[in-house]
């Protein structure tokens, strides 16, 4: 499944903060959303692109994708899920 296939209902920039605030903000975003629906986490290299993903999948949230955009940025799909 390439990134261009998956349409997210939204998105969220956590480039300009640091652990943890990356989370928080990641997880108040997919908080808003309704199940089912996709959250683009655009985050960097290093410690977010590490432990976003992973605190969202302990969440219970299904982690679609995390795409390298080759310029020490990511973008990580989450579907979420349940309430």
Do not use: W
Not at 18 to 25: G, H, S
Not at 35 to 57: F, Y
Not at 71 to 80: E, I, N, P, R, S
């Amino acid at each position: 499944m390439s990134a261009d296939a998956i349409q997210a209902d939204q998105t969220v920039d956590v480039t300009d903060v640091v652990c943890p605030v990356t989370f928080v903000k990641a997880k108040v975003a997919i908080e808003e959303l309704d199940e089912g629906q996709i959250l683009r986490v655009h985050l960097n290299d290093g410690e977010p692109v590490q432990n976003v993903p992973r605190s969202l999948k302990d969440e219970g949230h299904q982690i679609l994708k995390l795409n390298d955009n080759g310029d020490g940025t990511y973008d990580l799909f989450v579907k979420k899920v349940g309430e």
